[in-house]
């Protein structure tokens, strides 16, 4: 490539993340967090949003009424009180940002009112959400944060949209990036648990949805809710009630992977090869990204673990300092390039 020509495509870089010593396997490093860290505590005020089709999600809104904003979206069977979620909501506002966490549709304990449920290709909830944001506060800088599902829907959301996105940046962590590999890669090993758990909350929230709103033709309940695999479970459940053929197109049609090119927003996605949930081959090159996307790539982390170690072998979560570093620098890099002159984020401020 010639001195000064812009690169073609974006970068997969090697991730500054070092485990704990003591969890430096994969399935300890995905589970520690989940089961043993206590949810973060944080203020956080919750509101109703009426969505143009009659449905609603919830946000939950955190730090103070000025400041650059930052859209958090959980991952499957995740929520407001998703630990990750909070710990990283906890920490930016504490370095002057606001965040609004978005449960999507659904996904909270209070049934949404249509058939209709999230899923990793709904991308339509989080992009009228944003654009809301934009209309209404147009000078603030706007980011936004998915883990999971919410990192597939993110990345879809913004190669979709390309430069039309309502955002000033992203960032994505442990996105599947294909869904049916993944799918597969969930039935086989140690896998199967986390399969079962997650099969098992959304067992509970179809249980909870259906009487209140009937599942419309074509969804077939009871084989939801014995489904042994995702495979099954989506060809009963998520894939007709969201207008996919089976579970076969809604996998090819929702993963983010085949949109990765067309992104046209400064984005980080964090990921560990060592991924229980899934398998490396779907471990985007660099070819295959647009050049506003960098690939930060850690052998160790397990799924949305990213558990180092501080003083005394106290667990750090990784992830609640390099997503603020990159917010902060690509703040910083949007107020330099198009002269906005919103508020800026208080690197200074600590919790």
């Keep these: 490539m010639m001195e000064g020509r812009a690169a073609a495509h974006g970068r997969v870089v090697p991730s500054g993340f070092r485990p704990h010593p003591a969890l430096r396997q994969a399935h300890l490093q995905t589970l520690l967090p989940a089961l043993l860290r206590p949810l973060p505590a944080l203020p956080m005020r ?14 939950g809104w955190s730090g103070g009424t000025q400041g650059p904003l930052a859209v958090l979206i959980h991952g499957l069977t995740g ?42 290709g709904d991308t339509g909830d ?28 993110l990345l879809k959301a ?5 430069e039309a996105a309502p955002l000033d940046g992203a960032v994505a962590v442990s996105a599947p990036f294909e869904l049916k590999p993944c799918a597969e890669h969930l039935r086989r090993g140690f896998a199967r648990v986390y399969q ?9 929230g179809i249980r909870r949805k259906h009487g209140p709103v009937p599942a419309p033709p074509g969804v077939d309940l009871q084989a939801a809710l014995r489904a042994p695999n995702f495979f099954a479970y989506d060809d009963a459940y ?16 929702a993963s983010c992977r085949q949109y990765l090119g067309a992104i046209r927003r400064t984005t980080l996605i964090l990921h560990a090869a060592d991924d229980p949930f899934m398998v490396p081959d779907v471990v985007p090159q660099a070819h295959e990204l647009a050049p506003q996307v960098t690939l930060e790539l850690s052998p160790t982390g397990g799924h949305v673990g990213f558990v180092g170690a ?10 609640e300092r390099r997503i603020p570093q990159f917010l902060d620098e690509a703040l910083r890099s949007t107020d330099n390039g198009n002269g906005n002159d919103g508020p800026q984020m208080n690197a200074n401020k600590r919790e």
């Design 126 to 153: 989080f992009l009228h959400l944003c654009r809301l944001l934009r209309a209404r506060e147009p000078g603030t800088p706007l980011f936004a944060v998915g883990w999971s599902l919410g990192g597939n829907v």
């Design 310 to 319: 501080g003083r005394w072998g106290a667990p750090v979560w990784w992830l």
């Design 79 to 120: 929520g407001l009180d998703s630990k990750y979620l909070r710990g990283l909501a906890r920490r930016l506002v504490a370095l002057g940002w606001r965040t609004v966490a978005l449960e999507l549709r659904g996904a909270g304990p209070q049934p949404n009112r249509l058939p209709r449920c999230y899923n990793q």
């Design 196 to 204: 079962s758990h997650l099969l098992k909350g959304l067992r509970q």
């Design 158 to 162: 913004l190669g979709e949209q390309g």
């Design 46 to 59: 919750r509101e109703r949003l009426e969505l143009p089709d009659g449905d609603f999600v919830m946000l």
């Design 238 to 253: 998520t894939a007709p009630i969201n207008g996919y053929r089976d579970a076969e197109d809604y996998y090819a049609r």
